[in-house]
């Protein structure tokens, strides 16, 4: 959470000190390609893994046509139409960074880049106040389960409103991104 908790910050602060449209236009889209990948990205990722755990313990059998025919789906719920989804193109893409799937790394990030979100949202509207709770819940390290941390910092993942602020970022910056193609000449 701390390196997503500081890549929101630099891209705020990137987006804000950028000299020309051109280059807040860069810094937008690599924010949005942040976003796109660790948000929605791996939330498909975290999708599947629970999906395959699901078929696992119900003594499903696990084979690359059956976790591709899932990930289709997936694909498919995510996107709706505005994708060609196939399996042998999206449904084939769990094959790819396998460390995607391994200890649920999707969910990591995906919980990691909401709680970012939420503690830069914090450290900005706030200042010190919320600089010391944030540097107290990565003092915690793993003594305390993360949730707990997180919430005992302010920031509860259980609760819509980090989720909602991180949608609000997401379009935010996507907002940005259209008014930088809209100025340019």
């Not at 949608?167 to 940005?176: H, I, S």
Request: one cysteine or more; a negative charge.
């Amino acid at each position: 959470m701390a390196s997503l908790t500081n890549e929101v910050l630099l891209a705020r602060h990137l987006v804000r000190m950028a000299p020309e449209p051109a280059a807040q236009a860069h810094m937008l889209n690599r924010a949005l390609d942040v976003f796109h990948e660790y948000f929605f990205g791996l939330g498909m990722v975290t999708e599947l893994q629970v999906e395959v755990h699901r078929m696992a313990e119900a003594g499903e059998s696990l084979t690359y046509e059956t976790i591709t025919a899932t990930n289709t789906q997936i694909w498919r719920k995510w996107h709706g139409d505005a994708v060609e989804v196939t399996p042998d193109g999206c449904g084939a893409s769990w094959c790819e960074g396998s460390r995607h799937l391994q200890n649920f790394y999707g969910y990591q990030y995906l919980t990691g880049l909401a709680a970012g979100v939420a503690f830069a949202d914090a450290i900005e509207s706030e200042g010190q106040s919320a600089v010391a709770r944030y540097l107290r819940f990565l003092a915690v390290g793993a003594a305390q389960r993360p949730a707990e941390a997180l919430a005992g910092s302010g920031v509860d993942l259980r609760a819509t409103g980090p989720w909602r602020r991180a949608l609000a970022q997401y379009a935010a910056w996507q907002d940005g991104l259209e008014r930088t193609f809209a100025i340019r000449p």
